[in-house]
């Protein structure tokens, strides 16, 4: 299996909607509330997982079960057209972290309209700063022939102080409208969140924005 590393907080010091299986190397929410689980899939023969342990993807299931079938409706994300370069951005899944105004405040600026301009940099400085986005609600599409963002192997999962946990890799997350691939998803950690298996800062992880 693809290992899973939790960073910054020893394992028994996850927060209690989550458990954490040194067997298989999973992290999963608590049966209560049938939420997300984190699991590095076995590819190769005998290996299991389906289509995800095929690929070598990690999974990340949030919800009620779900077929595979199932394909989910187009992302509630906006795009923006740059040289050589598609930005999209989820206002649902963004949680402020603020890297993209740091990074390229000449593409992104809060207060603009629009806010994010491809065009203002080139398509290399552009796909850098959406990929230090954590959340994910900032992804590119290269349109110059380059690759698209390359996720991290193995994936990586980081337990913060809010409580939310930080994935990055290679992801199939399951969502009560369908699986989607994902390089990075910030996951809810106390199940108060109304989109889940993202967070977004209706639970306590608020107090700490």
């Not at 491809?118 to 986005?133: F, G």
Request: neutral net charge; hydrophobic residues 35%; charged residues 25%.
């Amino acid at each position: 299996m693809f290992p899973i590393y939790v960073c910054g907080k020893e394992r028994g010091a996850l927060p209690p909607e989550w458990r954490y299986d040194p067997a298989r190397a999973t992290l999963k929410w608590k049966d209560a509330f049938s939420g997300p689980r984190v699991h590095g899939a076995a590819p190769g023969p005998g290996g299991g997982g389906g289509a995800a342990a095929a690929t070598g993807a990690a999974v990340v299931t949030g919800g009620a079960a779900m077929s595979g079938e199932r394909r989910p409706p187009h992302p509630a994300a906006r795009s923006y057209d740059g040289d050589g370069i598609t930005v999209s951005y989820d206002v649902r899944r963004c949680l402020h972290a603020a890297e993209c105004v740091r990074g390229l405040p000449q593409v992104f600026e809060v207060g603009r309209r629009p806010w994010i301009m491809p065009r203002n940099a080139s398509a290399d400085e552009v796909a850098e700063t959406v990929r230090r986005c954590p959340s994910g609600a900032l992804v590119c599409h290269r349109t110059d022939g380059m690759p698209d963002e390359v996720p991290d192997v193995p994936a990586h999962v980081s337990l913060h102080e809010d409580g939310v946990l930080h994935v990055r890799g290679d992801l199939e997350v399951r969502t009560p409208d369908g699986a989607r691939r994902e390089t990075r998803v910030m996951l809810c950690g106390c199940g108060k969140t109304g989109n889940t298996p993202f967070c977004d800062h209706s639970g306590p992880c608020a107090d700490h924005v």
